[in-house]
């Protein structure tokens, strides 16, 4: 099931139309929406980690590796801090994360 919220609709065609394709989610109850979208989306690859901090380094390698943006998606609150680390590398990197 894709999400009926207009916002969440609008993000993931934004994504795609940015050339994003693989996403990796880090799942909480309020990302559900957008995880759900995500991995109901043919268009896109998901993997899903439940550790934020592995997940951004995860996200990092898969950017690295594959030379195209990478999404990351968690839940709100402090989990997005936890992307910090590998956020920061890859913008001293110039590598394609999308936080």
Excluded at 12 to 26: E, G
Excluded at 42 to 67: C, H, K, N, W
Excluded at 75 to 91: K, L, Q, R
Aim: aromatic share 6%; proline share 6%.
């Amino acid at each position: 099931m894709i999400s009926d919220k207009v916002v969440v609709q609008d993000l993931v065609h934004l994504l795609k139309a940015h050339n994003v394709r693989h996403v990796v989610i880090s799942p909480g109850s309020r990302n559900a929406p957008l995880s759900t979208s995500f991995l109901n989306d043919p268009e896109i690859s998901t993997i899903t980690l439940v550790d934020e901090r592995a997940a951004g380094y995860f996200a990092l390698g898969m950017a690295q590796q594959l030379r195209e943006p990478v999404a990351v998606c968690c839940t709100s609150g402090s989990a997005a801090i936890n992307y910090g680390p590998a956020v920061t590398e890859a913008w001293y990197q110039k590598i394609p994360l999308v936080v």
